[in-house]
């Protein structure tokens, strides 16, 4: 059970990088870590990332959920989705416990992930999220929904 290569290449545009991984398990899921965030979990064996200028892209990927690193939670959740198809925005919204609330607008530019982090949230408790895209018309998508 082990990750046995792990590289990456420079698409064109000079942003994008595409990462790409391989395991020895026979039908492995991947366990894709930014940073110390769970980015993406998958059966492919590659994804693509948007690095800014400036910024320095950490990837770690593990095929066994036991081998995965503990993470101190600082109170803060990142949401993490994939880009839809005519979206033109991405509008995240926290339920309050009777209505969704709008709480952040991200514009679509491009990119395969978004995220967002939320503000401290309160302990012991289930936070409802969900991001709706809208599209160029203004109509609201299908939402995706996280607790």
Request: charged share 25%; net charge negative; glycine share 6%.
């Amino acid at each position: 059970m082990a990750i046995t290569s792990l590289t990456s290449e420079r698409l064109p545009g000079g942003q994008a990088w595409r990462v790409r991984w391989s395991s020895d398990l026979a039908d492995p899921t991947y366990y894709v870590y930014v940073g110390d965030v769970l980015a993406l979990t998958t059966k492919r064996p590659w994804a693509d990332f948007t690095v800014r200028p400036g910024e320095t892209l950490a990837i770690q990927v593990f095929d066994d959920p036991a081998a995965v690193p503990a993470v101190v939670h600082d109170g803060r959740v990142t949401v993490t989705w994939e880009r839809r198809d005519g979206a033109d925005l991405y509008r995240l919204e926290q339920w309050d416990g009777a209505a969704w609330a709008a709480r952040h607008e991200q514009r679509e530019v491009g990119e395969w992930l978004y995220q967002y982090t939320t503000p401290v949230l309160d302990d012991c408790a289930t936070a409802r999220w969900r991001v709706v895209p809208v599209g160029d018309n203004l109509a609201d998508g299908a939402p995706q929904e996280f607790s």
